[in-house]
Every structure is written in C-alpha cells, then in structure tokens.
C-alpha cells in the first residue's frame, strides 16, 4: 500500500496564507536487476536473464537514437527526449550579440526529458490505495519578519558581512525561506541590506558599506 504525505509549501506570495500539497512517501528504489527479476517471475515465457538482456539492448537503442537527434516513444510507458546546454564554463551568448556564437564544442547533452503515457498513470492508478504516513512542515522562525529584519542589521552591524548559511542560524528559517526573504530585503532599499560579490561568493552586507562595491541584484 502507498503512502501519503501532507507537505506545507512555503508562501511565495508573502500573505502568510498556509498552503499545503500531497506528495507519495517513495518506499525504496527498484533497480534494473530487481525489476527485471520482477517481471520474470510474472511472466511464463520470460527469465531474469532474458529479460535483462532485452532491456539493456533498449536502453543502448534508445541512447543513440535519441543521441542523433530523435525523441523515442514507447507506447504505455512515455516519450524519452534528450536535453541540451552548455558545457561547464561555458556562458551564453545572444542572438544578436558581439560575442562569440556557440559552435558543436560548446554544447552537450545535459539530460533526458521524460513525458509518462497517460495510459501508465491510469495504470498505476489503479493499482494505488493509499494510506496517510503524516505531515511534512516547513521551519518555522520564532521571530516576525520585522524582528528578522532587525536581527539581521545587527548581525551586520557586528560582523560586516552575511551569508545565507548565518541568516538560518539567526532566525531558525530554512535555507529557501531564508534566501526568499534576504532576496526581498536586498530589492527593498528601505530596508537597509545589500549584496556584493556574485555566486558563491555573494554576500549580504549594510547598504552603505555596498556604495563603492558592485551591486548584484538576486535573480
């Protein structure tokens, strides 16, 4: 029998409104051998063996195929097709930009996009009787957002500099909501913080220390 978890989501809008979804609580991973084992012991015409080799020969087909340039389809499963980016270090350019275009050396695969058959959800719907495992709720700070605020400043104020990582100990706010809200705090000028430095390198300090140092706006 699956399982369900009530997960709190964290309130993008800032209204304070609690939102929520359900996820499934995943049991364990099934690997390639266990399945194929799986499906040999439901089949009469089919061994793990057989079945393995069947597999990995679709597997190597699929992965030139979709190599050169196809999506593959398996009907009752989904459609498989292949991602491209840029390879590490490598940044973008423009359509109509001075710098220098991308050529095949730049570029990589990157992933695999997966789009399930509709028949397989039906299916695997079907089979699902779920049952309630419990809540997932996100970190929550003792403090309001104005003491946050203050908290941070004097943090500042002592130490000259910020991380994210410094934030979460100081408010109790997990990493997201602690980025979420030094993000707003950063685009709000009244507020008093700024950025300097970019990446892993970026972090927050008083706005008046961040006049002479180039500013970065969180994206």
Known sequence: MAKYIKQEMIDLSGQGEE???YRLKTERNI???ELAEYVGRHNNLMNRGLVENVMAHVVDA???LMGNGYSVTIDGLGTFKASLGLEKDKEMDTLDGDEAKRNARSLHLTGINYRADKEL???ANRHCKLERAGEARLHHSPYSKEERLKLALEYLKEHGAMRVANYMELTGLSRTK???ELRAFRQDASTGIATIGRGSTKVYVKAP????APLNKEK
């Open 31 to 33: 690997g390639f051998k």
């Open 209 to 212: 220390e961040a006049l002479n």
């Open 121 to 123: 959800i039906k299916q």
């Open 19 to 21: 939102k929520i979804y």
């Open 178 to 180: 602690a980025t979420l």
């Open 62 to 64: 699929m992965a030139e």
